[in-house]
Nanobody, 123 residues
Framework: VHVAESGGGLAQPGGSLRLSCATSAFTLDYYAIGWFRQAPGKEREVVAC????????FYADSVRDRFTISKDNAKNTVYLQMNRLKPADTAVYYC?????????????????WGEGTLVTVSS
């Protein structure tokens, strides 16, 4: 499956951005779709994930209650709504997919990756 991110940019602290991940999936239900991020000098980390089959989601502690992952099955697109942004959220954000019923997100297990979109949070 092919995935491609869009929607990054510059935001002020406390502001919002929405990232989009367009996929070529026939059905999103078969794929776990995750948002990951990598800041300079740091390892890539999972931010949020929609698991396959039941569409449940989970979040990194650092973004819970601020970020929301959602999907539009009709558009085969997954979104990441980011609110109350902090400078620590500055990173390249990647969308990734992993096929399989019951699949979840893990940085070393994803099948497809986008090229990333830069999010900068600064005043």
């Amino acid at each position: 499956v092919h995935v491609a991110e869009s929607g990054g940019g510059l935001a002020q602290p406390g502001g919002s951005l929405r990232l989009s991940c367009a996929t070529s999936a026939f059905t999103l239900d078969y794929y776990a779709i995750g948002w990951f991020r990598q800041a300079p000098g740091k390892e890539r980390e999972v931010v949020a994930c929609i698991v396959s089959t039941d569409g449940g989601s989970f979040y990194a502690d650092s973004v819970r209650d601020r970020f929301t992952i959602s999907k539009d099955n009709a558009k085969n697109t997954v979104y990441l709504q980011m609110n109350r942004l902090k400078p620590a959220d500055t990173a390249v954000y990647y969308c990734a997919a992993r096929g399989g019923w019951g699949a979840t997100c893990a940085a070393t297990r994803m099948d497809s990756w986008g090229e990333g979109t830069l999010v900068t949070v600064s005043s």
